[in-house]
């Protein structure tokens, strides 16, 4: 395959940017007096946003309650999803979902489970209904590593792996199930090798450098399409900040753990491949880097002046 | 009119909407070669072929789940799951996911899929295999439940839940696949929510569903010989439910018994049962009786399975204690 192009970077780059500013403010605004849990996936941001970056617009994509990431990088608003955070009747679920159950139907971004796992069968049977459809869109389950002890993991792969369906799986292994090390769970050293046991393909790529996901991604999805999925990505990569805003991530792992995964955040890590590579200058990354800070100025001020609900509208929705 | 089974009447609601409509399908365990562990979907493999009647993997939480999927997408899928029993399994799917997504989403999502299963006792199938689970899916916002109690219902409401746009829990009961009843051969749909007087009566109410039905039935048969008439109001649904037909037919008769298979407490007769109280206690003339399954687990040995479930014998009983009889 060719190499990806500097517009193509420069694109994943700037997802990545929106993941991180979004999630950052999101926090700021959390500490404000937001209402509920925030559960941030800062450091994680180079896995969706190389992923979504070879998806089509038809392509389907749901997750989990660490979702923020894989929403944005699908294309979801900025704007929409922070006055979900604020519980505000604009936000993409009217308030009623909150940060982890953000969906945009509209752009086949089909929502977030509070339930850890639970969107991988669901994933199977949309890509049961694109190949009966006989459709050449793919689906794509983002979930971490904690879910790949789920029954529903075991369950909804197997019965992709037995339907031949059009799914990709994106494990973004973050090394701990909350805080719970991989090592004290999973008697595997490899994640990815979770998928032998359904005779698919697992693939292992450095979480941490969008350009290595972005080529393994492009490739599975395109495999996925060709109808050679379902495919296992795994990408290892780290959580820098604790589980939730309650969580300073301090009780189970070491400060210099955590500084030295910060040393290989993944946008700085970009930033110095374009830059070096001369695919981009400092000044036009500056520029993306504004402008995203920019929107989330203005997705904040929506959010803010956007009403509220009415707590007679709990009860609408419920059926359809 | 010709009489159908049961059993040939879902599988007549099933191969119609599957004609109908090329978004339905079916997924289960066993539902194709096999025809389902009820038969039920015997003979549809050859007619529309494995895409269309698909067998599972053993794997209830992946059937639901997949189920939920397929229906984001613009499919109709009814799931099989083989036993009410094994529904645990997928209660998370269920619970979590199926009956919330569109609630989560703020409306964003339609889930328009069926989850067919069955329970009940009487053929000593033993504590795994026998159990009356409907309240706890009764018991969650965004579901919908029905329990058809006869061929005829079974047809029609079958077909309503399949055209139907948000999520339908579908409870057979496994005691009434081979009951007959006359079915019409022209086409008809029954709406949800909308019960139906099996039995007119005066004297009292006997408010059930599904294989109940037929015991209260019985029952009645037996009590008109005492002199005591009974009206047997068959829910059909228990969500919607048509509160009132509950609500009218107790006022007419001043007595109200409710009758449900499943253990006592906790069961759906109990919210009926709290309906009638709230709504409808200044007709009554007699306290609320409730008959139902005792509260311990099916045993296999068939003394004892007899002795725990409900029977028509004691619903005689019991309404001629309400008698004064």
Redesign the interface.
């Given at each position: 395959m060719p190499e990806i192009d500097a517009a193509k970077l420069k694109e994943i780059y700037t997802s990545m940017v929106k993941i991180r500013f979004f999630e950052e403010r999101a926090i700021i605004e959390y500490r404000k007096g937001l209402p509920g849990f925030i559960h941030a996936s800062i450091g994680q941001e180079a896995i969706p946003a190389g992923v979504c970056a070879f998806l089509r617009e038809d392509d389907?994509t749901i997750t989990t309650h660490r979702g923020h990431g894989d929403i944005i990088a699908k294309g979801a608003q900025l704007d929409r999803m922070m006055a979900e955070l604020f519980a505000k009747k604009t936000?993409?679920?009217?308030?009623?979902?909150g940060s982890m159950?953000i969906?945009?139907?509209d752009r086949n971004i089909?929502?977030a489970?509070?339930?850890v796992g639970?969107g991988?069968?669901?994933?199977?049977?949309?890509?049961?209904?694109?190949k009966?459809?006989g459709l050449d869109s793919i689906?794509v389950a983002f979930f971490g590593d904690g879910a790949t002890n789920s029954?529903?993991f075991?369950?909804?792969m197997?019965?992709a792996a037995?339907?031949y369906l059009p799914v990709l799986f994106v494990c973004q292994n973050n090394l701990y199930q909350q805080s719970t090390p991989t090592r004290d769970y999973c008697r595997l050293t490899d994640i990815a090798d979770r998928a032998k046991g359904y005779g698919i393909p697992g693939i292992t790529v450095d979480g941490n450098d969008a350009i290595a996901v972005a080529e393994v991604a492009r490739e599975a999805i395109e495999k996925c399409r060709k109808g050679e999925g379902p495919i296992l990505i795994v990408g290892n990569t780290y959580r820098t900040v604790g589980h939730h805003m309650g969580d300073p991530g301090t009780s189970y792992r070491s400060k210099e753990e955590v500084e030295e995964w910060k040393k290989k955040d993944p946008i700085k890590r970009l930033r110095q491949q374009l830059v070096q590579n001369k695919m981009a200058t400092d000044a036009e990354l500056d520029e993306i880097e504004n402008n995203v800070l920019r929107e989330l100025d203005e997705a904040v001020k929506f959010a803010q002046e956007s009403p509220e609900p009415t707590p007679e509208e709990a009860l609408?929705?419920?059926?359809? | 009119m010709r009489e159908l089974t049961y059993r040939e009447a879902l599988r007549e609601a099933l191969r119609e909407e599957m004609k109908r409509d090329p978004k339905v399908f079916m997924m289960g365990e066993e539902i194709a070669e096999y025809g389902g562990s009820y038969k039920v979907s015997q003979g549809l493999l050859e007619e529309f072929g494995h895409e269309r009647i698909r067998n599972t993997p053993l794997a209830e939480a992946a059937i639901a789940g997949a189920a939920l999927g397929a229906s984001l997408v613009g499919m109709r899928p009814v799931a099989e799951i083989m036993y009410i029993d094994f529904s645990f399994i997928a209660a998370d799917q269920i619970i979590n996911q199926i009956a919330k997504l569109r609630y989560m989403t703020g409306g964003m999502v339609k889930v328009p899929m069926v989850m067919r299963t069955q329970g009940g006792g009487g053929v000593a199938a033993g504590p795994h295999h026998s159990q009356s689970l409907e309240a706890i899916f009764a018991h969650i916002p965004g579901l919908f439940v029905v329990m058809p109690s006869n061929a005829y219902d079974a047809k029609g409401l079958l077909k309503t839940s399949i055209r139907e746009d948000n999520p339908v829990i579908f409870i057979e009961h496994k005691k009434l696949y081979g009951e007959s009843c006359p079915v019409p051969e022209e086409e008809y749909t029954i709406p949800l929510g909308k019960g139906d007087i099996k039995r007119e009566g005066n004297d009292i109410s006997i408010i059930t569903y599904s294989r109940c039905v037929n015991f209260a039935l019985e029952a009645a048969e037996e009590l008109a010989k005492d002199g005591v008439d009974v009206e047997v109001v068959d829910i059909r649904t228990l969500k919607p439910l048509d509160e009132a037909i509950i609500l009218s037919s107790v006022q007419k008769t001043g007595k109200a018994m409710v009758v449900y298979e499943a253990c006592r407490t906790g069961g759906f007769g109990a919210e009926i049962a709290a309906l009638i109280g709230e709504k409808a206690f200044d007709y009554l003339d007699a306290p609320i009786r409730r008959v139902a399954s005792l509260d311990s687990p099916v045993s296999f040995n068939p003394r004892q399975e007899q002795y725990i479930l409900v029977n028509p014998e004691k619903i005689q009983a019991a309404a001629l204690e309400m008698m004064g009889k």
């Open positions: 389907y936000g993409y679920c009217k308030g009623k979902g159950h969906a945009d139907v089909l929502g489970t509070g339930i639970d991988i069968p669901i994933a199977a049977g949309v890509g049961t209904a694109l009966m459809q689906m029954g529903a075991h369950e909804g197997g019965l037995a339907w609408e929705d419920i059926y359809a | -």
